[in-house]
């Protein structure tokens, strides 16, 4: 089925019958998810001979747009999922680039790092990383997580496990060891989007789920850039669709 029949057939059977409840009691859009990831609009870009659409920028900006306009916290949770997958299909291995193409793997973004101190400015380089043999320990917090504890993923940025510059990204499991995500939700994204803070107390990880080599993930991060500023979302803070992303770069 094109990607456009069943956008309008996800849109009129599961994200704007449940929009209006989404939004009053602040409910993540769990059912529209899960309708989007069957009609194969979760994997819209990933490369199809993993059984993803093999589509691009232009149309998952179109699709954010539409599902937007109908509820903006899925729109929200799309956008972050869509630029989240612009690092798994570009470094992530095969078994979960297969997730993400039939609709099995949520993705998320945990770019900005918050200070202890409500209302500071996030430092850029406030995550670390440490690596004990093939294990890495990332300690920090981010703020704004969209889909925070939802999401099955989180693209986290830390300063590289071993000097250099620029940050490193890794692809951590919404299951891995020390993860947190505090029982109610603080962030700035619609009503609903399970926007949030994220923290890693440690978060241990093996030492491959670093996403490119450490410290030179600035081609990933001009990625994101490019995907955020396609994707406009109503109340989704600044016009990149994440608030600090651009001090990351």
Same mark, same amino acid.
């Given at each position: 089925?094109?990607?456009?029949?069943?956008?309008?057939? #996800?849109?009129?059977? &599961? +994200?704007?019958?449940?929009?209006?409840?989404?939004?009053?009691?602040?409910?993540?859009?769990?059912?529209?998810?899960?309708?989007? $990831?069957?009609?194969?609009?979760?994997?819209?870009? #990933? !490369?199809?001979? /993993? $059984?993803?659409?093999?589509?691009?920028? !232009?149309? &998952?900006?179109?699709?954010?747009? %539409?599902?937007?306009?109908?509820?903006?916290?899925?729109?929200?949770?799309?956008?972050?999922?869509? !630029?989240?997958? &612009?690092?798994?299909?570009?470094?992530?291995?095969?078994?979960?680039?297969?997730?993400?193409?039939?609709?099995?793997?949520?993705?998320?973004?945990?770019?900005?790092?918050?200070?202890?101190?409500?209302?500071?400015?996030?430092?850029?380089?406030?995550?670390?990383?440490?690596?004990?043999?093939?294990?890495?320990?990332?300690?920090?917090?981010?703020?704004?997580? +969209?889909?925070?504890?939802?999401?099955?993923?989180?693209?986290?940025?830390?300063?590289?496990?071993?000097?250099?510059?620029?940050?490193?990204?890794?692809? #951590?499991?919404? %299951?891995?060891?020390? /993860?947190? +995500?505090?029982?109610?939700?603080? $962030?700035?994204?619609?009503?609903?989007? &399970?926007?949030?803070? +994220?923290?890693?107390?440690?978060?241990?990880?093996?030492?491959?789920?670093?996403?490119?080599? %450490?410290?030179?993930? %600035?081609?990933? /991060?001009?990625? #994101?850039?490019?995907?955020?500023?396609?994707?406009?979302?109503?109340?989704?803070?600044?016009?990149?669709?994440?608030? $600090?992303?651009?001090?990351?770069?």
């Amino acid at each position: 089925m094109p990607f456009r029949s069943a956008l309008s057939h #996800v849109l009129s059977s &599961a +994200v704007e019958p449940s929009a209006e409840e989404t939004g009053a009691r602040g409910r993540f859009p769990r059912a529209s998810v899960t309708a989007l $990831g069957e009609a194969g609009l979760l994997g819209l870009t #990933v !490369a199809t001979d /993993l $059984g993803g659409g093999g589509l691009g920028l !232009a149309e &998952a900006g179109e699709v954010v747009t %539409d599902v937007s306009r109908a509820c903006p916290a899925t729109g929200a949770v799309l956008r972050s999922h869509y !630029a989240a997958v &612009a690092f798994i299909e570009a470094y992530g291995s095969h078994w979960i680039r297969r997730k993400v193409a039939v609709g099995l793997h949520l993705g998320t973004l945990a770019l900005t790092d918050a200070t202890g101190t409500p209302g500071a400015a996030p430092s850029p380089t406030a995550s670390t990383a440490t690596r004990t043999g093939d294990v890495v320990a990332l300690r920090g917090r981010k703020r704004d997580v +969209v889909g925070a504890g939802e999401a099955d993923s989180y693209i986290w940025s830390s300063r590289p496990a071993h000097g250099g510059e620029g940050p490193a990204l890794w692809l #951590v499991s919404a %299951d891995a060891p020390g /993860l947190f +995500v505090p029982a109610r939700p603080s $962030g700035d994204g619609p009503r609903g989007s &399970a926007t949030s803070t +994220v923290c890693a107390d440690p978060v241990l990880l093996p030492a491959g789920a670093l996403l490119e080599r %450490d410290g030179e993930a %600035d081609g990933l /991060l001009s990625t #994101v850039h490019a995907w955020l500023a396609t994707m406009s979302v109503p109340g989704a803070g600044s016009p990149t669709g994440a608030p $600090g992303v651009r001090a990351l770069t």
